[in-house]
T-cell receptor, first 115, second 110 residues
Framework: GAGVSQSPRYKVAKRGQDVALRCDPI?????LFWYQQALGQGPEFLTY????????KSGLPSDRFFAERPEGSVSTLKIQRTQQEDSAVYLC?????????????FGDGTRLSIL | TQLLEQSPQFLSIQEGENLTVYCNSS?????LQWYRQEPGEGPVLLVT?????EVKKLKRLTFQFGDARKDSSLHITAAQPGDTGLYLC??????????FGKGITLSVRP
């Protein structure tokens, strides 16, 4: 497709389980971003990749969160030992430049619910 | 980290009314973006403003960037039910990461 694709759209997990969220960016886009959006809030930055290099992971809330983009295309956000406070919508965005103000194109997100 | 404040937090109006919402910061913006997000979807970029005093129009939406580049407003003329959504302002920081405000939830009643 032409846009950013995220899967699954919805994920329900029990507290303590591990989850993996996938992002397929727009083809050829160099930059990829993950954001976390709690209910009623704006998105908050988690991490940033330029190609396969993770250049900024300052927004990851704990060492239970891990992201990778091994071939510079698809990215996976993994959360280990999930907690209830991890419940949120996880948004992925991509852009075609690593520098400057280039528009970020967002996927529709994965809504994660931790029971 | 720059704090972006958006107001009002919630707004419910009748179709055909005009409205203005705001995004403010204690620091100077390098550039500011406005997004609209509908339920179950990701944010969609509406406009980027860069120059102090800049005014941009997108159909019935008018965006203004303050002269001091510390505030911005979005004015909607003759609101339609299709304008309903969450309006987010965001600043681009280091590594192009976006810092968002909490958003303004707009509901336009038919």
């Amino acid at each position: 497709g032409a846009g950013v694709s995220q899967s699954p759209r919805y994920k329900v997990a029990k507290r303590g389980q591990d989850v993996a969220l996938r992002c397929d960016p727009i083809s050829g886009h160099v930059s990829l971003f993950w954001y976390q959006q709690a209910l009623g809030q704006g998105p908050e930055f988690l991490t940033y990749f330029q190609n396969e290099a993770q250049l900024d992971k300052s927004g990851l809330p704990s060492d239970r969160f891990f992201a990778e983009r091994p071939e510079g295309s698809v990215s996976t956000l993994k959360i280990q030992r999930t907690q209830q406070e991890d419940s949120a919508v996880y948004l992925c965005a991509s852009s075609n430049s690593g520098t400057g103000v280039q528009p970020q194109h967002f996927g529709d997100g994965t809504r994660l619910s931790i029971l | 980290t720059q704090l972006l404040e958006q107001s009002p937090q919630f707004l419910s109006i009748q179709e055909g009314e005009n409205l203005t919402v705001y995004c403010n910061s204690s620091s100077v913006f390098s550039s500011l973006q406005w997004y609209r997000q509908e339920p179950g979807e990701g944010p969609v970029l509406l406009v980027t403003v860069v120059t102090g005093g800049e005014v941009k129009k997108l159909k019935r939406l008018t965006f203004q960037f303050g002269d001091a580049r510390k505030d911005s407003s979005l004015h909607i003329t003759a609101a339609q039910p299709g304008d309903t959504g969450l309006y987010l302002c965001a600043e681009t920081g280091a590594n192009s990461k976006l810092t968002f405000g909490k958003g303004i939830t707009l509901s336009v009643r038919p």
